[in-house]
């Protein structure tokens, strides 16, 4: 009888126990299937918030872009007048690289806004696999406080990681509402600079007087100054036709050896464009110059002249190209120059007027025949030794930085310039030539300053 009653409690206890294993497993097994659908359902709205912010973002874009292509309009509607086919064109490929601009600034937010809904999936990931194990937990109260710490702390995540989200679309529509402004802004300097070249380019093609005097700190030509540190100062006068024919002249004096009178030249030459972006000249030039004159150039009297200027929209190419003879020695030399300037419009006025800047680096190759380098010695009273079989070579000459400015006030322009000038492969005995050039070694600076008035 108590065998009996023993077995019946022990059969009564394990019931229980297996009744309790079960309800135990199947809270658990609830509150496991309550994680994973708080889980999906907060990835959901996640996925469904990029989803929306993306189209806010979209939607900002296109606005932009509306109100872009209206400011540009309007701009270009109130130039009109002063604008040519070339510059309306020119400003609409502006405004397209623009608009491509503002099109493409979404992207990088569109990846961040995805890179973050993958760090949110596993962060929730890692916290449902920490919680969905809840050691200890066996009544439904426990399992009930399990779960809604779950919900807190997911609820943190989900919310930190939409601000993060919202942070970035906003920082995109920011971005496009700086852009636009800046963006009209720019349309607007390069209307004012269409409008200068347009302006510049007609007076170009119109008849005119141009009177410009010239000053010079250190004189130099072609990277060479004869050894001798001398300012100059010249006048000149040039009238230009309306056919691109011109014609005009200068005198020059010099501060060494003896101040006073130099030089003085007439020329005559011809303008032309080749293209909107390429223009040249051609000229002619004869010289004279003082028996006291000491510049490099005053070996010839005569120059044939070519320059070639390509706007590369980025920079502007200058070639330049000379051809100096005569002076009864029987030999000349040729000399090509390029520069690469940045011309810089800068916003606004300036007493007035418009103040360009234009820094330019410039190379220098040329001939240096032997015959002219004695003579420059002859001119600077150096000792010379005479070649039985005068030589010339070719190579390059000069490397120079400047930094000219030009100040436009209606009919008259002031252009101060700074130059830096690094003379190359000067010569001397024991190399080439048998004479030694006096000119500098070593890099100098010079300052120069034009002023010039436009009689049309």
């Keep these: 009888m108590v065998n009996r009653s023993a077995l019946l409690l022990t059969i009564l206890a394990v019931t229980s126990f297996t009744a309790a294993a079960r309800q135990a497993d199947a809270r658990r097994q609830a509150f496991g299937e309550a994680l994973r659908a708080r889980t999906d359902t907060l990835v959901a709205a996640q996925h469904a918030y990029v989803d929306t912010l993306v189209k806010h973002g979209g939607n900002a874009t296109a606005g932009a872009l509306r109100t872009l292509q209206a400011t540009v309009d309007s701009l270009v509607r109130a130039a009109a007048d002063s604008l040519d086919g070339d510059a309306r064109t020119k400003l609409r490929f502006?405004?397209?690289?623009?608009?491509?601009?503002?099109?493409?600034?979404?992207?990088p937010v569109r990846g961040a806004l995805h890179e973050l809904l993958g760090t949110f999936e596993r962060e929730i990931s890692a916290l449902m696999g920490r919680s969905i194990v809840c050691g200890g937990c066996v009544?439904?109260?426990?399992?009930?406080?399990?779960?809604?710490?779950?919900?807190?702390?997911?609820?943190?995540l989900a919310q930190v990681n939409g601000d993060s989200m919202a942070t970035l679309v906003e920082a995109?529509?920011?971005?496009?509402?700086?852009s636009v402004?800046?963006?009209?802004?720019?349309?607007?300097?390069?209307?004012?600079?269409?409008?200068?070249?347009?302006?510049?380019?007609?007076?170009?093609?119109?008849?005119?007087?141009?009177?410009?005097?010239?000053?010079?700190?250190?004189?130099?030509?072609?990277?060479?100054?004869?050894?001798?540190?001398?300012s100059a100062f010249g006048p000149s006068m040039t009238y230009h036709h309306k056919s691109g024919i011109f014609a005009g002249g200068a005198v020059g004096w010099t501060s060494q050896p003896t101040p006073g009178p130099d030089d003085a030249d007439l020329s005559i030459g011809y303008e032309f464009d080749l293209s909107s972006r390429l223009d040249g000249s051609l000229s002619y030039t004869h010289y004279w110059y003082s028996d006291s004159s000491t510049k490099p150039q005053a070996v010839t009297n005569q120059s044939l002249g070519g320059m070639f200027t390509f706007d590369a929209e980025a920079v502007t190419l200058l070639a330049d190209l000379s051809y100096d003879f005569g002076g009864g020695s029987g030999a000349a030399?040729?000399?090509?120059?390029?520069?690469?300037?940045?011309?810089?419009?800068?916003?606004?006025?300036?007493?007035?007027?418009?103040l360009l800047v234009s820094p330019t680096v410039s190379a220098t190759w040329g001939d240096q025949d032997e015959r002219l380098l004695e003579r420059r010695l002859l001119r600077a009273k150096k000792k010379i030794v005479r070649s039985v079989k005068p030589s010339s070579i070719f190579g390059i000459m000069a490397y120079e930085f400047s930094f000219p400015a030009r100040l436009h006030v209606?009919?008259?322009?002031?252009?101060?310039?700074?130059?830096?000038?690094?003379?190359?492969?000067?010569?001397?005995?024991?190399?080439?030539?048998?004479?030694?050039?006096?000119?500098s070694t070593t890099p100098f600076a010079s300052a120069t300053l034009m002023v010039s008035l436009t009689v049309e």
């Design 94 to 107: 502006t405004e397209l690289g623009m608009r491509t601009t503002l099109g493409v600034m979404g992207y």
């Design 139 to 156: 009544s439904q109260g426990q399992f009930n406080r399990a779960r809604d710490d779950f919900a807190a702390q997911s609820d943190s």
């Design 172 to 178: 995109w529509e920011d971005a496009l509402d700086d």
């Design 181 to 230: 402004v800046t963006f009209s802004d720019s349309i607007l300097f390069e209307i004012g600079e269409l409008k200068q070249d347009i302006a510049e380019n007609a007076r170009e093609h119109t008849s005119h007087i141009e009177i410009l005097g010239t000053y010079q700190s250190h004189s130099s030509y072609r990277g060479r100054d004869n050894g001798v540190s001398e």
């Design 333 to 354: 030399e040729f000399t090509a120059s390029l520069d690469v300037s940045r011309d810089i419009l800068l916003p606004g006025k300036t007493l007035g007027g418009t």
């Design 410 to 439: 209606g009919a008259f322009s002031v252009e101060p310039e700074v130059d830096y000038v690094i003379p190359a492969d000067v010569l001397g005995t024991g190399k080439t030539l048998i004479n030694k050039d006096p000119s």
